[in-house]
Each structure stands twice: as C-alpha cells, then as structure tokens.
C-alpha cells in the first residue's frame, strides 16, 4: 500500500501500517476539508441567491395576478355591455334587411318611373318648340298679311 492511499484508510487502521506515519499531519483531509467548506460556502451562497430571484419571482407573479384579475374585470363588464347591445343590434340588423328588400322591390318600379318621365319632358319639349313655331308662323302670317300682331311677343 502507498502512503497517497492513507487517507482512505481510518485512524485505527492507518496506525497498524508503517508507511502510513499516522503521527505526521495529513494533508490531503486538510485539502478536502478546505473544499468541502469553499463548496458549502458556495452552495450557501447560491441558496441565499436563489432565494432573493425567488422572492423577486414571487413579487412579479403578485403584479400579474393583480393585473390579469383587472383584466378580467374590465372583459366582464365589456361582455355585459355587449351583451346589452346585441338584442337591439339585432333588431336594427333586422330592419336594415326589410328596408333592404323593399329598396330592391322599389328600384324597377323607380326606373320605370324614370323612363316614363323623361319621355314626357321629351314630349313636352318638342311640344313646347312646336308651340314657339305655331306662334311665330301665325305671327309673321300677319305681318305678311299687314296686319298688326304682338303673338311673338307672348311666347316669352
């Protein structure tokens, strides 16, 4: 057995073998110990790290629990509101389509209608002109004749 291999062995054992030299200082438990207190403090001070992240974590998940619970406040009362509206949004919907089918209905009869006054103001015209030319022909009829006549003047 090799002296680098002492210190796996316990007291009692180690003092039986020579090359072991219990009476010295050993080293390598003194270098453990040194370690496991570096990682202990390490650990401890991850742990006290973790707890202030977890305690940040906490406080934030607070904020959004306030704020999700506002939210879904303010969505209850936006549903009662529309809730409220639909009835009466459905009942314009359902006007808006009777007034739709009665515009549909109307607009042959109103471009009958169009077609059946413009044809007149076309008759009237040509009435009108032909009115203007009988006055006029029956004006210089009797001026020609040398008769005194003002029908011209009336056409206007």
Do not use: W
């Not at 073998?17 to 219990?22: A, D, L």
């Not at 459905?90 to 007034?99: F, G, N, P, S, Y």
């Not at 004006?139 to 008769?147: D, E, K, M």
Request: net charge neutral; charged share 15%; aromatic share 4%.
């Amino acid at each position: 057995m090799t002296t680098e291999a002492c210190h796996l062995l316990p007291l009692s054992d180690a003092a039986d073998i020579s090359s072991c030299n219990v009476t010295t200082h050993r080293h390598k438990r003194s270098r453990s110990r040194l370690i496991s207190l570096g990682v202990g403090v390490i650990g401890m001070g991850l742990s006290i790290a973790n707890s202030i992240q977890m305690l940040n974590l906490q406080e934030q998940v607070e904020m959004i629990e306030n704020t999700l619970s506002e939210f879904s406040q303010t969505i209850q009362i936006h549903e009662a509101k529309l809730a409220k509206l639909q009835p009466n949004q459905i009942k314009i919907a359902e006007q808006l389509q009777v007034t739709q089918h009665a515009i549909n209905d109307i607009i042959p009869v109103l471009d009958s209608h169009s077609q059946a006054l413009n044809t007149l103001k076309t008759g009237i015209e040509r009435l009108h002109i032909n009115f203007q030319r009988s006055f006029i022909y029956l004006a210089i009829t009797q001026i020609f004749r040398n008769q005194l006549t003002l029908n011209f003047f009336i056409t206007r």
